[in-house]
């Protein structure tokens, strides 16, 4: 059997399991925390690894290939160059190594992704400034010298001159500590030269304001010579005032000279002034002809009413007058650049103003300007516009406040033709109408609308007189003739409005004033006007709503916040209430009754400390009345403050020694307190207590003794108009409240203060049921738009 089988030969090289047992040593990877030259290359390269580029091949990744004898050699890269972390001549070369951002090898062993390295934590806080540094000094002391600066222009313009020039002397000496300083750390180029400008102009300003002229000039005189310093040459011009006041006026000329060489021509205005300058120092100096010089100069380039002046009189000096005839025609040929009408009415109350426009307004210029203006007129073919020159001169009467100059005027046309006549009595009922002389001011209403029947402005100033004597139903009838005569005079259709709400009529007086505020939207008189009717119709959500427009309108109008609060409280909105009170209060803190619903308020929600300065507001506002001063003396009271109370009641005592009320709770504190004073006070209590049954007895029997024309007396007085029993009501409710806080029985309940209100009152005053007038000034205008007032009209 054996011939049959066949061994293989020992020396057969094509074994199939050969190789199987070979190692590797680049998949080494045990063997590599002992190899140091793989540490040492792994160390000098770690994040400074070189770039790739493409023109540089890659190279083989180095290891050792073991050997036989267990050593190990570097690889070589197919380039002939060293590997990567290989060791040549005793450099270890860097490895290097590509990888996308973001990855590493420790997100494979569970670390988050975090490319931004959020996860370091925040950054390290700031540092902290040093305060001791030179820079920080520098910059403290360079804030401290503006501030001196800005201190000394405040004091100087509040007129402590004093105090303006020591500020002024403390910011100079802190400057050249800081230049000293700045010096030492920086280069001199880093100096503040603004700072050191102005601290020295202000300085020299500061020496002149206190008539300290020497210094003021070596002041100025260190600014100009500093080349540093640019356009500094223009501060001559001070100099040159400052000798101006010395009376050295060779010098003053010299300076103001220098400046004018140094101003360049584009400053036109400037170069007038000191042109000025320099004439009216010449004039003080007599130098009549370089004064007159300069002047012509000035007339040429820029004429101006002082500089024309001064030229007059420069040729009269000189007794040139042919000169001066030309001098005053380039003199009122200068524009005054003020309005005709308004050149004689005071823009200001300047004394000295007011009695310059007192004595030119009516002196013989002004008459011969007058005269001739009118004569020319007439002497032309517009021979009608005369009339108007009249009515419109009584205007201007209206608007200097000269009622009889204007009167006298308009009286002048009352033998004219009908169209004059009804303008200028149209303008007289008016006037008459605003001084309460309803007799008069009806008498030229019917005059103008005789003469002029389909004057608006007549008839609305007729149903005004009508109006004011009571007859309503006949003045709603003039009225409604003026808008059918002229659907847009808005005075008649508010009149008309009034007239309807005194007769009761609200739906149609609602009708108007909702038509009235379609052309005027936001008129705060016709706002009001409504929410006034719907609060008479009780329609109180719609009255709210209407006088919330109306503060966006007039956001600062005390009564109609207060107006307001008053709808929320009857609401039982206390919040919504207080603030509207409050806001009220704030705008006008003398309204008696928005004090005392805030005191009241105040009490009710247990915060009487708060309540106190409310009723103290009060009592400044009426010392004579003790119940402000007994709410004072309860607050302390019921906040647990006794001693205070005491003393209260005691200063109370001492101004109103015949007080009940104040001597029982004297009474009740001292007896609580244990003081002795207490049998003083029950003694004072029961005499006036006696006294004051005695007083009653005798009211009573004299009641009973003229009961009779006392209840008619009482019916006469309840057959007054509605609206003043609605006035009496409100009134009755404020006073209630005051009885029902301190009582002489028991403290103040909360549960007393039930119904708080106030009366509301027109922004213009208490007539607001007034009607608007209406006057005419001019033949073919129907409306005084100007001078239409009511008393339900702010003004204009």
Request: net charge negative; glycine share 6%.
């Amino acid at each position: 059997m054996m011939q049959n089988v066949h061994l293989a030969p020992e020396t057969d090289e094509d074994d199939l399991y050969s190789g199987y047992n070979d190692y590797n040593p680049t998949y080494d990877t045990e063997e590599l925390e002992n190899d140091t030259a793989f540490q040492q290359a792994v160390k000098t390269s770690h994040g400074r690894r070189p770039p790739i580029t493409a023109k540089i091949p890659s190279t083989a990744v180095a290891r050792p290939v073991a050997t036989g004898c267990g050593s190990k050699t570097s690889l070589a890269s197919s380039m002939g160059r060293p590997m990567t972390g290989a060791i040549q001549d005793g450099v270890t070369r860097p490895m290097t190594a590509v990888r996308a951002a973001g990855f590493t090898k420790a997100a494979l062993r569970g670390s988050a992704f975090d490319p931004l390295g959020q996860s370091r934590g925040p950054a390290p806080p700031l540092e902290a400034r040093n305060e001791d540094s030179p820079e920080e000094k520098i910059r403290q002391l360079e804030k401290k010298v503006n501030e001196l600066v800005e201190e000394s222009c405040i004091a100087n313009s509040c007129g402590d001159l004093k105090l303006a020039l020591e500020k002024a002397k403390d910011a100079g000496r802190k400057e050249r500590v800081l230049v000293r300083q700045r010096e030492q750390v920086t280069s001199p180029e880093n100096i503040n030269l603004d700072l050191t400008y102005s601290v020295l102009f202000n300085l020299a300003s500061q020496y002149s304001a206190n008539e300290m002229y020497p210094e003021a000039l070596n002041t100025y005189q260190v600014i100009v010579k500093n080349k540093m310093f640019s356009n500094a040459g223009r501060l001559k011009v001070n100099m040159g005032n400052i000798f101006l006041k010395q009376r050295n006026y060779s010098k003053a000329i010299k300076f103001y000279r220098m400046a004018l060489d140094q101003i360049p021509s584009v400053h036109k205005e400037m170069r007038i002034k000191i042109m000025q300058n320099i004439g009216v120092t010449f004039i003080k100096t007599g130098q009549y002809s370089d004064a007159i010089n300069s002047f012509e100069h000035i007339m040429s380039m820029a004429p101006n009413l002082k500089a024309g002046f001064n030229l007059i009189l420069s040729y009269f000096a000189v007794g040139d007058r042919e000169k001066m005839k030309k001098a005053f025609q380039k003199l009122i040929a200068v524009p005054l650049e003020t309005d005709e009408d308004g050149k004689y009415i005071s823009p200001n109350d300047d004394p000295h103003t007011n009695l310059v426009i007192e004595a030119i307004k009516n002196d013989h210029l002004r008459q011969m300007e007058r005269e001739r203006c009118v004569e020319v007129v007439k002497a032309s073919q517009y021979v009608e516009l005369a009339n108007d020159l009249e009515i419109n001169k009584a205007i201007t009467y209206l608007r200097q406040k000269d009622f009889n100059q204007a009167v006298e005027t308009l009286k002048m046309f009352e033998k004219k033709d009908s169209s004059v006549k009804s303008a200028a009595a149209t303008n007289l009922s008016f006037l008459y109408y605003l001084e309460n002389e309803f007799a008069q001011a009806s008498s030229y209403a019917d005059l103008a609308v005789n003469s002029d029947r389909y004057n608006p402005s007549a008839l609305t100033n007729k149903g005004n007189t009508v109006f004011a004597n009571g007859d309503y139903e006949k003045a709603a009838e003039f009225y409604k003739e003026a808008l059918r005569n002229d659907s847009s005079c808005t005075e008649a259709l508010y009149n008309i409005g009034l007239t309807y709400k005194k007769l009761n009529r609200l739906d149609e007086a609602l009708d108007c004033f909702l038509k009235l505020h379609a052309i005027l939207r936001n008129s705060a008189q016709v706002l009001y006007q409504i929410a006034n009717i719907y609060e008479l119709m009780e329609d109180p959500n719609q009255a709210m709503e209407w006088l919330m427009q109306l503060i966006s309108v007039v956001p600062t109008d005390s009564r109609a916040l207060s107006k307001l609060g008053g709808l929320y409280d009857s609401e039982g909105d206390k919040s919504q209430a207080f603030q509207y009170y409050y806001e009220s209060y704030r705008y006008f803190p003398s309204n008696i009754e928005v004090i005392e619903w805030l005191g009241a308020y105040y009490i009710d929600t247990q915060f009487c400390e708060k309540a106190i300065q409310y009723f103290e507001r009060a009592s400044l506002i009426q010392p004579t009345q003790v119940k402000w001063q007994l709410m004072v003396a309860s607050c302390f009271r019921r906040s647990g403050n006794y001693q205070k109370a005491l003393d209260t009641y005691k200063d109370i005592h001492r101004k109103f020694p015949e007080n009940v009320e104040c001597l029982r709770f004297l009474v009740r504190l001292c007896t609580d307190i244990g003081l002795k004073e207490v049998q003083e006070y029950a003694t004072k209590l029961k005499r006036l207590e006696k006294m004051k049954e005695i007083r009653e007895q005798r009211t009573k029997s004299g009641r009973d003794g003229s009961g009779g024309p006392r209840g008619r007396r009482d019916g006469s007085a309840g057959s007054d108009g509605g609206q003043n029993c609605s006035a009496g009501s409100r009134g009755e409710r404020l006073s209630a409240q005051l009885r029902a806080l301190p009582r002489t029985e028991e403290p103040y309940d909360s549960s007393s203060n039930k119904e708080l209100d106030a009366s509301y009152v027109d922004p213009l005053g208490p007539q607001i049921e007034r009607p608007r007038t209406a006057a005419k000034k001019r033949v073919d205008e129907d409306d005084f738009a100007d001078e239409e007032l009511g008393d339900d009209l702010l003004p204009e």
